[in-house]
Each structure stands twice: as structure tokens, then as C-alpha cells.
């Protein structure tokens, strides 16, 4: 079949648009209750969100989920990659284009309430070990505070809640209260066995990262859909189905 040269010329856009959109990825790590495996199905608050984005911006765009240093390299090194969830740092400003809020976080560290408390910054300074996931945002915001004490053995965070009761650490940092909870009823920790320490090692808003070369219009049009979920109740539905008090 043979076509005008208009219609040729706007077939070609059309597909090249297609293909130009088919082109990006995205991208996740494991960490619950935001990004996470269940039944071998990728669900979490933050996932449930994306996909309520893309519904309303018309993307297909395939989620993949990965290890963590994979993700933040794919987000760094690839043309047009996506990566949720992120919390966005002064030192992260620049390289990424930013949608978001989606919610605001802090994380705190957490020992077994049967142990000797630990209530200051100073106090943690000092104790033997502090251990934490071997890589991220928390680590090096423990070792930018001039943390010498930290193990970052731990290759997931089940695997510090693991250490803890295993006795093989006496305080752990990697998640929020949400994420606490999250594992505590994984494993089936009883309520009040793991105590929070009163010192904010971090506060933040998660984000949706943008590759520095995606475009503009792409960045433009998640950053509206976000916020009609925002203005329709829909993301502080999705939130709330997540928010689980923690048992101090």
C-alpha cells in the first residue's frame, strides 16, 4: 500500500514518538513497604503509585526490579531510566530531574528493647557496632556524620533484622517506621520487642528520579499525573493502605 508523502512523513513521527516512549525503563530496588516481591508479584506504595501515574500519562513502561547498586547504576549510566524509590539529597540534586514529593520519611536506628537503651547521638557514637545495609543513602549518610563503628555486612534488610535477633549486632539503620514494620511482620516479631532509638539518623521525601537526558514533556507529564492523584484523594488512599503503626 502506498502512501502521500504527508501521510508517510506522519506515520514516521508517530512511530518514532512510539518508539522514542518504548525506549525508557524503569527501574526499582527491594525495599519494603515501598518497593518489594510478594507472591512474586512487584507491589508496594510506591509501585502502586508509578502504576497509577503511567495509567493516567498512557505509558507501558516495563518495571524491572533489581539490587540496589544495579538500579542507581542503571539510573546513573543508561540514556532515559527512571528510578523510584529515591530520596532526593542536596548531593543528588543535580544529576536527576525530580517528581515528587510522594511522601516524607525519616529513619531511625533500632535495637531489641531487652538491651541496655541507647537515647543520644553521642551514646551511638560509641557503641561497638552499628550495622546497616552495604549500600544506599543511609550508609553513607552514617559515614558523612563521621560514624566509625558502622558493619555494612548486611545485603537486605531482612538480613539486618536477621543480625539483631540472631544476636549477631545490637543495632540496626536501614528503614522507616513503615519499613520496620513491614519487617517485623515478616518475621513475625513480636510487638515491642524492637525498641527505636529517639535519634533521626535521616529525614527526607521519597521521589520519582528522571535519567538527566529524559524529556522534558515526559518528566512534565508524570509530574501532573502525581499531583491529580494528589488532588483526588487517590495517593493518600494508596498511602494509607501502607501505614501500619510500629510497636516501640
Same mark, same amino acid.
Given at each position: 500500500?502506498?502512501?502521500?508523502?504527508?501521510?508517510?512523513?506522519?506515520?514516521?513521527?508517530?512511530?518514532?514518538?512510539?518508539?522514542?516512549?518504548?525506549?525508557?525503563?524503569?527501574?526499582?530496588?527491594?525495599?519494603?513497604?515501598?518497593?518489594?516481591?510478594?507472591?512474586? #508479584? $512487584?507491589?508496594? @506504595?510506591?509501585?502502586?503509585?508509578?502504576?497509577? *501515574?503511567?495509567?493516567?500519562?498512557? !505509558? =507501558?513502561?516495563?518495571?524491572?526490579?533489581?539490587?540496589?547498586?544495579?538500579?542507581?547504576?542503571?539510573?546513573?549510566?543508561?540514556?532515559?531510566?527512571?528510578?523510584?524509590?529515591?530520596?532526593?539529597?542536596?548531593?543528588?540534586?543535580?544529576?536527576?530531574?525530580?517528581?515528587?514529593?510522594?511522601?516524607?520519611?525519616?529513619?531511625?536506628?533500632?535495637?531489641?528493647?531487652?538491651?541496655?537503651?541507647?537515647?543520644?547521638?553521642?551514646?551511638?557514637?560509641?557503641?561497638?557496632?552499628?550495622?546497616?545495609?552495604?549500600?544506599?543513602?543511609?550508609?553513607?549518610?552514617?559515614?558523612?556524620?563521621?560514624?566509625?563503628?558502622?558493619?555494612?555486612?548486611?545485603?537486605?534488610?531482612? #538480613? $539486618?533484622?536477621? @543480625?539483631?535477633?540472631?544476636?549477631?549486632?545490637? *543495632?540496626?539503620?536501614?528503614?522507616? !517506621? =513503615?519499613?520496620?514494620?513491614?519487617?517485623?511482620?515478616?518475621?513475625?516479631?513480636?510487638?515491642?520487642?524492637?525498641?527505636?532509638?529517639?535519634?533521626?539518623?535521616?529525614?527526607?521525601?521519597?521521589?520519582?528520579?528522571?535519567?538527566?537526558?529524559?524529556?522534558?514533556?515526559?518528566?512534565?507529564?508524570?509530574?501532573?499525573?502525581?499531583?491529580?492523584?494528589?488532588?483526588?484523594?487517590?495517593?493518600?488512599?494508596?498511602?494509607?493502605?501502607?501505614?501500619?503503626?510500629?510497636?516501640?
Amino acid at each position: 500500500m502506498k502512501h502521500s508523502a504527508p501521510t508517510a512523513v506522519l506515520l514516521c513521527l508517530l512511530l518514532g514518538t512510539q518508539a522514542r516512549a518504548e525506549q525508557y525503563q524503569v527501574v526499582t530496588e527491594e525495599w519494603a513497604p515501598y518497593n518489594y516481591r510478594e507472591n512474586d #508479584q $512487584l507491589t508496594g @506504595m510506591t509501585t502502586e503509585i508509578v502504576r497509577a *501515574i503511567m495509567a493516567r500519562t498512557g !505509558d =507501558a513502561f516495563e518495571v524491572s526490579m533489581v539490587p540496589s547498586m544495579r538500579a542507581t547504576q542503571a539510573l546513573n549510566t543508561r540514556d532515559k531510566t527512571i528510578m523510584y524509590s529515591l530520596f532526593r539529597t542536596p548531593e543528588r540534586e543535580a544529576l536527576y530531574k525530580w517528581v515528587g514529593p510522594i511522601v516524607e520519611e525519616s529513619i531511625h536506628p533500632y535495637q531489641l528493647s531487652s538491651t541496655p537503651p541507647v537515647n543520644s547521638l553521642e551514646q551511638l557514637r560509641h557503641v561497638p557496632q552499628i550495622t546497616t545495609r552495604h549500600a544506599g543513602s543511609v550508609p553513607a549518610r552514617l559515614q558523612s556524620m563521621g560514624f566509625g563503628n558502622l558493619d555494612k555486612s548486611a545485603t537486605s534488610s531482612l #538480613q $539486618l533484622y536477621r @543480625m539483631l535477633l540472631a544476636g549477631r549486632t545490637t *543495632i540496626i539503620v536501614g528503614d522507616t !517506621d =513503615a519499613g520496620v514494620a513491614y519487617y517485623s511482620r515478616q518475621l513475625a516479631i513480636a510487638p515491642g520487642l524492637l525498641r527505636q532509638i529517639p535519634v533521626e539518623i535521616y529525614r527526607s521525601s521519597l521521589y520519582i528520579a528522571f535519567s538527566p537526558d529524559s524529556e522534558d514533556k515526559v518528566v512534565a507529564a508524570w509530574a501532573a499525573a502525581l499531583e491529580q492523584l494528589r488532588q483526588s484523594g487517590e495517593l493518600a488512599r494508596i498511602q494509607q493502605r501502607y501505614a501500619q503503626p510500629v510497636g516501640h
